[in-house]
């Protein structure tokens, strides 16, 4: 039962989230102007998830018990490996405002996860619709380039192609999280998945041979730090917070809120485009997923507490 002073603290957690996640997508393209995708988030999700261990261990939590490794393991791999490395790998390729609108379409996965599953909620007709409306502001970002080719045009493709897989990663762990982690510590699982997140990125950096790319810039460097910080310790913790103490609608919302916030930073910063063509795609996108969500709230008008606890909506970044 959540107390008034916890339900206080998980609004403020979540404008938090609303905040620092919508301008890591700007953070994240500054970061990979200089330092490789894999290497970036490995050693960014590593640092955090050992100031955050440290923490916990100092208070007598049980990071590293070995009944949390399974879990920890599963949802490192799905939401931190796939679910934000493929965001990271993207924007090397994809603007960070658009790479924001891509990645609200997670609910889309979400939904078609939950489908698969036996006790999962079934696709109606109306899901099916805004499931259409959404890929097809999709389609209308990338059908440029892929008509027109070139290598700069498959590029761009292979990123929105990367940004569909994080998706896919998250709506998968999400699903994990939704119905097994609920009696862990909200901050030693997290601690716990960010570093095996993090080992992991790191192992494909060095497969990769990316230390040989690396160049720091001091704007890089400063991103990197800002995305540790804040992306990481901030955001993460605070996404996880407020999933264990307001309902999922709820905090789902924040999903509209950063592509807002990404696309504003990416055109005033970096000079990104932002054109009409763009812009009604973003429209069908987050058009798309109100239909969605709007189904799935229609369904589920008495889901529990317990159940929603730890289930996420949209990549992390």
Same mark, same amino acid.
């Given at each position: @039962?959540?107390?008034?002073?916890?339900?206080?603290?998980?609004?403020?957690?979540?404008?938090?989230?609303?905040?620092?996640?919508?301008?890591?997508?700007?953070?994240?393209?500054?970061?990979?102007?200089?330092?490789?995708?894999?290497?970036?988030?490995?050693?960014?999700?590593?640092?955090?998830?050992?100031?955050?261990?440290?923490?916990?261990?100092?208070?007598?939590?049980?990071?590293?018990?070995?009944?949390?490794?399974?879990?920890?393991?599963?949802?490192?791999?799905?939401?931190?490996?796939?679910?934000?490395?493929?965001?990271?790998?993207?924007?090397?390729?994809?603007?960070?405002?658009?790479?924001?609108?891509?990645?609200?379409?997670?609910?889309?996965? @979400?939904?078609?996860?939950?489908?698969?599953?036996?006790?999962?909620?079934?696709?109606?007709?109306?899901?099916?619709?805004?499931?259409?409306?959404?890929?097809?502001?999709?389609?209308?970002?990338?059908?440029?380039?892929?008509?027109?080719?070139?290598?700069?045009?498959?590029?761009?493709? %292979?990123?929105?192609?990367?940004?569909?897989?994080?998706?896919?990663?998250?709506?998968?762990?999400?699903?994990?999280?939704?119905?097994?982690?609920?009696?862990?510590?909200?901050?030693?699982?997290?601690?716990?998945?960010?570093?095996?997140?993090?080992? @992991?990125?790191?192992?494909?950096?060095?497969?990769?041979?990316?230390?040989?790319?690396?160049?720091?810039?001091?704007?890089?460097?400063?991103?990197?730090?800002?995305?540790?910080?804040?992306?990481?310790?901030?955001?993460?913790?605070?996404?996880?917070?407020? %999933?264990?103490?307001?309902?999922?609608?709820?905090?789902? %919302?924040?999903?509209?809120?950063?592509?807002?916030?990404?696309?504003?930073?990416?055109?005033?910063?970096?000079?990104?485009?932002?054109?009409?063509? @763009?812009?009604?795609?973003?429209?069908?996108?987050?058009?798309?997923?109100?239909?969605?969500?709007?189904?799935?709230?229609?369904?589920?008008?008495?889901?529990?507490?317990?159940?929603?606890?730890?289930?996420?909506?949209?990549?992390?970044?």
């Amino acid at each position: @039962m959540t107390t008034p002073a916890e339900r206080k603290l998980a609004l403020l957690a979540w404008l938090a989230v609303c905040v620092i996640w919508g301008t890591t997508y700007l953070a994240i393209r500054v970061s990979v102007e200089t330092i490789p995708p894999w290497l970036m988030s490995g050693v960014r999700w590593i640092s955090a998830g050992s100031v955050l261990a440290i923490f916990m261990t100092a208070r007598g939590e049980r990071v590293f018990a070995a009944e949390h490794w399974r879990g920890a393991t599963f949802l490192g791999l799905f939401l931190l490996v796939l679910g934000n490395g493929c965001v990271v790998l993207a924007e090397v390729f994809v603007p960070s405002g658009l790479a924001a609108v891509i990645v609200a379409s997670a609910p889309f996965w @979400m939904s078609g996860i939950e489908a698969l599953r036996r006790d999962g909620e079934r696709i109606t007709w109306t899901t099916a619709a805004g499931f259409a409306v959404g890929f097809s502001g999709i389609m209308l970002l990338i059908w440029p380039d892929l008509s027109h080719g070139g290598a700069s045009g498959r590029a761009f493709v %292979l990123g929105v192609i990367a940004l569909q897989v994080a998706c896919l990663g998250w709506a998968i762990g999400s699903t994990y999280s939704k119905r097994h982690a609920r009696s862990t510590n909200v901050f030693s699982a997290a601690a716990l998945q960010m570093l095996i997140g993090g080992v @992991m990125m790191l192992a494909i950096s060095i497969a990769l041979g990316e230390w040989h790319a690396l160049h720091i810039s001091t704007r890089s460097a400063i991103a990197f730090m800002y995305l540790a910080a804040a992306g990481s310790l901030g955001g993460f913790v605070a996404y996880t917070y407020a %999933l264990r103490h307001l309902p999922v609608s709820l905090v789902s %919302l924040y999903a509209y809120v950063n592509p807002i916030i990404a696309v504003a930073l990416g055109v005033a910063v970096l000079g990104e485009p932002f054109t009409m063509r @763009m812009a009604v795609a973003a429209v069908l996108v987050f058009g798309g997923v109100a239909i969605v969500r709007s189904q799935g709230q229609t369904r589920r008008p008495l889901m529990s507490r317990t159940r929603k606890s730890t289930m996420a909506i949209t990549s992390s970044t």
